[in-house]
C-alpha cells in the first residue's frame, strides 16, 4: 500500500519544499492544498482516514506547514479535534520550520555543552523558532534568558514558554551593546534567533564575555545574527568558543525533517510537534 502524506498549508500556494522533502524521506506521494483554514480540516481529515482501513491508516499522515506558526498551530488543534476512537492518522506540526530547526539547533547546543544549570541566552527569540528553543534548553535544565528589542514582548513571549513547556524562563530587554552585556554576564551560551540580515550581538561584545563557552546563529542573511560568526560553522572555534552557523545547523535539520516524516508512518497515532522532533533531533545529532 502506497505512503500518502495530505500537505496542509496556511499559504496560498503549499511549500514547494515541504513538497519535495517527504519523496527523500520514502514517501510516495504528497497531496497537496493551500489557503488551508481551521473551517477546511474536517472534510480533509475526515478523507485520511474513512479510506483506508483501520489497520492501513499507518500508511497516511498530515503534514502541517505554511509561514505562518499560529496559523499552523489552530490547524493542529483543528485536525486533532477532528480524530475519533481508531479513527486518526499521524500528524507532524513544522510551520516555517519551526520544530526542526529549533531541534536541530538544540540538540546541538546541548551535546557541545552541558547547560543544566547554566545560564543560556536566546537573543531575539520571541519568534516561534526562539520561544521553541527556549522550551527546549529550559527542559535541559538551563537557565534560559529570553531576549528581545522590547522588555514587554520578552516577558509576554516568557510567559507563552513557561506555559507551554511547563518551565520557567526568564524575559529581558536586549537591544545595544550595553543591554548584551548586561544580559550576557554569566551565561555560557548565546543563541540568536532573529530576522535575516539583523545583527543582535556584535563581536566587541561575546568576545569580552567572560564564561560564554559557545555561540549559535540561525541567520543565513548578512549580516549575521552574530558579528564574527560564520554561517557554515558546525562546531567550529570562535575565539575560543565552539560556533553553530545557519548551514551548519540547516544540514543536520534536514536529516532530522526527512527521519521524522518516515517516523509518522510507522503507526497511525504519532504526534511530531515539539518535544517530539526534538527527541529525533537528539538522537540524530
Known amino acids: 500500500m502506497k505512503k500518502l502524506l495530505i500537505q496542509l498549508d496556511s499559504d496560498k500556494h503549499p511549500s514547494s519544499f515541504d513538497r519535495i522533502v517527504p519523496f527523500d524521506a520514502g514517501v510516495d506521494d504528497v497531496l497537496s492544498y493551500g489557503n488551508v483554514t481551521v473551517e477546511d480540516v474536517p472534510a480533509l481529515v475526515q478523507g485520511s482516514f474513512f479510506t483506508r ?34 479513527f486518526k492518522v499521524s500528524v507532524m506540526l513544522d510551520s516555517n520550520g519551526c520544530n526542526t530547526t529549533a531541534a536541530t539547533a538544540v540538540a546541538k547546543i546541548v551535546k557541545a555543552l552541558d547547560v543544566r544549570g547554566q545560564r543560556v541566552v536566546v537573543g531575539a527569540g520571541t519568534g516561534p523558532v526562539g520561544m521553541r528553543a527556549a522550551g527546549m534548553l529550559a527542559g535541559e535544565g538551563a537557565k534560559v534568558v529570553l531576549t528581545s528589542r522590547s522588555l514587554e514582548r520578552a516577558k509576554a513571549a516568557a510567559d507563552i514558554v513557561a506555559k507551554r513547556f511547563g518551565v520557567e ?16 554576564a554569566g551565561a555560557v551560551a548565546l543563541f540568536t534567533c ?25 541567520n543565513a542573511v548578512p549580516p549575521l545574527g552574530i558579528e564574527g560568526i560564520d554561517m557554515n560553522d558546525n562546531g567550529s572555534e570562535r575565539e575560543g568558543r565552539i560556533s553553530f552557523g545557519a548551514l551548519g545547523i540547516g544540514g543536520r535539520k534536514m536529516k532530522v525533517h526527512r527521519t521524522c516524516i518516515a517516523r509518522l508512518f510507522e503507526a497511525n497515532d504519532i504526534l511530531m510537534d515539539a518535544e517530539s522532533v526534538y527527541q529525533v533531533a537528539k538522537e540524530l545529532v
Open 194 to 218: 532573529g530576522t535575516a540580515g539583523a545583527q543582535v550581538v556584535s563581536k566587541a561584545v561575546w568576545t569580552s564575555t567572560a564564561g560564554l563557552k559557545l555561540i549559535a546563529d540561525i
Open 53 to 86: 482501513g483501520i489497520p492501513d491508516l499507518k500508511n497516511t499522515a498530515i503534514w502541517i506547514g505554511g509561514s505562518n506558526v499560529p496559523a499552523g498551530e489552530a490547524l493542529l488543534a483543528a485536525v486533532q479535534k477532528t480524530f475519533f476512537g481508531p
Open 169 to 184: 524562563v526568564e524575559g529581558a530587554a536586549l537591544s545595544d551593546d550595553a543591554s548584551a552585556r548586561q544580559v550576557l
